[in-house]
């Protein structure tokens, strides 16, 4: 009832309005109807109220749609994508005459953000109705081709130059053709060299926005999904073959300062390229093989080689519906030859590895190295997303990729969009490969952990305040300013990308890269930043890994207590903590023996019950006879107890020796008798002292006059203690003294009781570290 209140409601609301305050409430009336069951919207019945409230909300919506305003037709906009949303495919009577209607609309000089709001709800439409056979029928395959002739209507002219009027919708109908394309690639084929035309203008110009390139290079991708059935692997490689000759072609006029050491591996790229003249700026005078038009430059020239490496790492990341080969080699062939060259100066290593021709200028040369952190960022893009398209199949690869990039590291750590792209680098590769395996120098790692800590120090409070004065000079407030804020994931996401990008590779590199290829100056500092950044994920990583010296000892302090207080309640410190570990079985004890012991015990019970009755009828309660009857029968018992403590002992978790752990072969080389059995030796050698000896002489006197057998255990039942041959039955007789006197004991609770006490032992458990 409440719900078709809300429904009349909106509904009078759009009738009595005015026209020119709709758009006002368009948005509140949105959330409204968002609000309402999908039941009400898709009711058709004729005797429910409901459906009638829904009939009369579509056809006002419908009539908005249809009218001449504007401001109808905004508001009809909004309200359709709103049910939509909302109801989805159960709202299906009036998709065709919306669309319609829409498409209408796109024809009309609306202001553009009107214009967004028809892309958005008509695109929403199609993909809805991809799925269902009878809306793809009616709707899609008739509609949408004339929705991409009026998307290309739209667009004209296609420019994006600064100085020009940059077409505002441009951006939005990229969008709607990159979801729409995948699943409707026979529709968009008749549009193919149209399409391709637009993005390859887009693409030639060296002003486009970031954004807009990166959408024309995506549809550019996709549209080789439009390709007949057949011949999709042939373009496929053909596309990848033409991006890699036409970036070696923008990468010999911008690098023809430098006298290179590449040597390609492609037959057909050692042909000598020939003189340049190096009195004209760099250029290309006609387009070249992926159909981009000329450049002329050192600025323009890095773009369209940035260009055609994002298309390149692009191209190999869009799944394909068939099995394609990659040349991996070539993709290779070209990072290394980019990230091979380096500015002068930025490192080390780098200083005296180039050489420069004579003939190019200084203004030359400065240029190539203005522009150089871009193009190594694409590369490391391009490298990037091999990792993480090909996963386990790029292994092989990995030792090449990770010498280049630490190559490049080491030359330009000095730009902060190089180190980010090597930390997102390096956070996608360490997870799957041994860096064990690498041959690298010994200060790799340390190095990137230094610039990774370096990094994150902009996340620790008052970090550039400390820098410049002396603690001790301020004595109280300065230890109070020091005080960390605590950080955490949320905080990472509000700091800079580069940040971000540190972050998510400290713990990866303390979680997998061995602790003798890190310093131990550089894991003190990871350490220290974890906890001052309460970074969950680096103090759990090095906890697991701790940094050990040669002889086994920790050469770190332990972030176990700064863990446990951050995150107390999360389920890998709770399993830290407090593992719950399976009860380690020490003897092996197979199931026939357990089942005889259990047959031989039942069996003595059995023998006992019939003469216990008939001995207890027939003989007075107190006399001699039933005392010497209990007393056999308490020995019986001491022995049935006996053989099932040490079944029960058996199946029970035991400490056991290192040496068990660690030699496999321990257990055969140790001696019979256990640790079990020593205590049972002991426990069964210990006389008490009784205050009456002659207690102890009728005990023995009645237990040599019964003429009962006592069963001998089976060697089941002792499970690892060597069995001693008795000589005499006094021994024998001893021992069940022995045990009678120690059950006796055991049930006396009385505080007076002078019985002897063993000895404590106050000394440390070290079965652990005996040799």
Request: glycine share 6%.
């Amino acid at each position: 009832m409440q719900h078709d209140i809300a429904l009349r409601a909106i509904t009078t609301r759009l009738s009595l309005t005015p026209v020119e305050d709709l758009p006002r409430i368009s948005g509140f009336l949105a959330t409204s109807l968002a609000q309402c069951p999908v039941e009400l919207l898709s009711s058709d019945s004729k005797g429910n109220s409901s459906s009638v409230v829904a009939h009369k909300l579509k056809t006002r919506i419908t009539s908005l749609l249809q009218d001449k305003s504007t401001a109808c037709r905004f508001t009809a906009a909004v309200l359709i994508k709103a049910i939509v949303d909302n109801g989805g495919l159960k709202v299906l009577s009036n998709w065709e005459v919306w669309t319609r209607g829409l498409l209408s609309c796109l024809g009309k000089p609306e202001p553009f953000e009107v214009k967004r709001i028809y892309l958005a709800t008509v695109t929403r439409i199609f993909v809805l109705s991809q799925d269902h056979p009878v809306l793809l029928r009616e709707v899609t395959t008739p509609l949408l081709p004339a929705f991409i002739t009026t998307c290309l209507g739209l667009i004209k002219p296609v420019r994006a130059h600064a100085d020009s009027n940059v077409n505002p919708i441009l951006q939005s109908v990229l969008q709607c053709w990159i979801q729409l394309l995948p699943q409707h690639a026979t529709v968009f084929r008749p549009f193919l060299t149209r399409i391709r035309l637009i993005c390859l203008s887009l693409l030639e110009d060296a002003w486009t926005a970031t954004s807009t390139r990166e959408l024309a290079i995506q549809l550019l991708c996709l549209l080789l999904s439009c390709a007949p059935k057949n011949t999709m692997t042939q373009e496929w490689s053909q596309a990848i073959s033409d991006l890699i000759s036409s970036a070696h072609q923008s990468a010999d006029r911008l690098f023809r300062a430098v006298i290179e050491e590449y040597e390609s591996n492609d037959k057909s790229r050692q042909k000598p390229i020939g003189k340049h003249d190096f009195s004209k700026d760099p250029k290309i005078y006609s387009a070249d093989q992926a159909g981009l038009g000329q450049w002329v430059g050192m600025h323009d020239g890095s773009t369209r080689l940035a260009t055609l490496l994002d298309w390149l790492g692009c191209l190999v990341s869009t799944p394909t519906s068939q099995v394609i080969t990659v040349p991996l080699g070539s993709m290779l062939d070209l990072t290394s030859r980019i990230l091979a060259i380096t500015i002068p100066g930025s490192g080390s290593s780098t200083t005296d590895s180039l050489k420069y021709t004579k003939e190019a200028s200084r203004e030359e040369k400065e240029g190539l190295w203005i522009n150089l952190p871009r193009l190594h960022v694409s590369s490391l893009s391009v490298l990037q997303n091999l990792c993480k398209t090909y996963g386990q199949s790029f292994l092989p690869a990995n030792g090449t990729i990770l010498n280049h990039i630490m190559e490049a590291f080491i030359a330009m750590a000095g730009d902060e969009t190089v180190r980010r792209e090597v930390y997102t680098t390096f956070a996608s590769l360490m997870s799957s490969m041994n860096t064990t395996s690498f041959v690298l120098p010994e200060t790799t790692f340390s190095t990137l952990l230094e610039h990774c800590c370096n990094d994150l120090r902009i996340g620790v409070p008052g970090s550039d305040d400390r820098t410049n004065h002396n603690p001790a000079k301020d004595g109280f407030l300065s230890a109070k300013s020091t005080l960390p804020v605590a950080g955490g994931s949320r905080f990472s996401e509000r700091q800079p990308q580069v940040y971000q990008a540190a972050w998510g590779l400290l713990p990866e590199i303390l979680a997998h890269c061995p602790t003798s290829m890190i310093s131990r100056q550089a894991r003190i500092e990871a350490d220290r930043l974890s906890v001052l950044l309460d970074h969950h994920d680096a103090m759990m990583a090095s906890v697991m890994r701790p940094m050990l010296s040669k002889d086994g000892k920790m050469r770190t302090a332990s972030l176990l207590p700064f863990l446990v207080r951050s995150a107390a309640d999360c389920l890998d410190t709770e399993a830290l903590l407090r593992p719950r570990m399976p009860v380690a079985q020490m003897k092996e004890i197979s199931s026939g023996a357990s089942r005889n012991v259990r047959a031989h015990l039942d069996d003595q019970q059995m023998a006992h019950m019939p003469n216990d009755d008939a001995e207890t009828l027939s003989k007075p309660e107190g006399s001699p006879d039933a005392f010497e009857t209990d007393l056999e029968q308490n020995g019986a018992n001491s022995l049935e107890e006996q053989e099932g403590d040490e079944l029960f002992q058996a199946l029970t978790a035991r400490k056991r020796k290192l040496e068990s752990v660690q030699d496999p072969g321990f257990r055969e080389r140790s001696p019979i008798v256990s640790e079990d059995a020593e205590m049972l030796d002991s426990r069964l050698s210990k006389v008490p002292r009784l205050e009456d000896g002659g207690v102890e002489e009728l005990v023995l006197e009645e237990v040599g006059v019964s003429e009962t057998p006592m069963a001998q255990p089976p060697a089941a039942a002792t499970f690892g203690i060597e069995e001693r041959p008795s000589s005499s039955r006094g021994q024998l007789l001893g021992t069940v003294s022995n045990m009678v006197s120690s059950e006796t004991i055991g049930h006396n609770d009385s505080d007076s009781s002078d019985f002897e006490i063993p000895t404590i032992d106050p000394g440390l458990d070290t079965d652990e570290e005996d040799p």
